[in-house]
């Protein structure tokens, strides 16, 4: 089966950087996505890495290294609102998406 | 354009009854997603379909159905709920492309099952 791990919380200052890691166990996938969910709300797409390297979306940056089965997601000039929660997911055959259990993030004043 | 769509936005139920919860999108899209988000857990795959006419069990396909009715609509359907069953259940869709699969999310239906 696949499974992610990434960290439970996470906690920067505001206009810091913060990196959110994810490492993943699969035998196969097509790509890494990284997903935003604030508190009652639907989870929105970010990022998504189908190949090794670094994807860059204005603040969001997200990264994937299939060999060290490993990626992260990148947030510089922290702002109040990315306060929320952070999924990894993997999307292997057939489509079928993964998700890790989710990074809170705070950011602090 | 409304995106994904689901209905109804809040349920309760008592154990035993059965309901069964809409989605329906409207951007063409190839695949679709049931998942069930737990507080403070993160999203669990219940089926999903990857193109019209297929469906697949995900993580937690237990006592629940799908059907996917046509390329714009895929239900999720407890035939007979269980206090376990309360969660928040999200349905997503995606082009169902490799080189990126952004799913779009619907706004959730709030379950409660006593």
């Known amino acids: 089966g696949q499974s992610l791990e990434q960290p439970s919380e996470v906690t920067a200052v505001e206009g810091a950087i913060v990196q959110i890691n994810c490492t993943y166990q699969t035998s196969g996938f097509y790509g890494l996505s990284w997903y935003q969910q604030h508190d009652g709300g639907a989870p929105t797409f970010l990022s998504y890495?189908?190949?090794?390297g670094l994807e860059e979306t204005g603040r969001f940056s997200s990264f994937l290294s299939r060999s060290d089965s490993y990626g992260y997601l990148l947030l510089q000039e922290l702002q109040m609102k990315d306060s929320a929660s952070y999924f990894c997911a993997l999307t292997t055959g057939g489509f079928k998406t993964i998700f890790g259990a989710g990074t809170r993030l705070f950011v602090k004043a | 354009n409304a995106g994904v769509t689901q209905t109804p936005k809040f349920q309760v139920l008592k154990t035993g009854q059965s309901m069964t919860l809409q989605c329906a999108q409207d951007m063409n899209h190839n695949s679709m997603y049931w998942y069930r988000q737990d507080p403070g857990m993160g999203l669990r795959l219940i089926y999903y379909s990857a193109s019209e006419g297929t469906t697949d069990k995900g993580e937690v396909p237990n006592g629940y159905n799908v059907s996917r009715l046509n390329k714009r609509e895929f239900s999720l359907r407890l035939e007979s709920a269980a206090p376990s069953q309360t969660s928040v259940y999200f349905c997503?869709?995606?082009?169902?492309?490799?080189?990126?699969?952004?799913?779009?999310f619907g706004p959730g239906t709030r379950l409660t099952v006593l």
């Open positions: 997503a869709s995606s082009e169902g492309q490799a080189r990126i699969n952004e799913q779009f």
């Open positions: 890495n189908a190949l090794d």
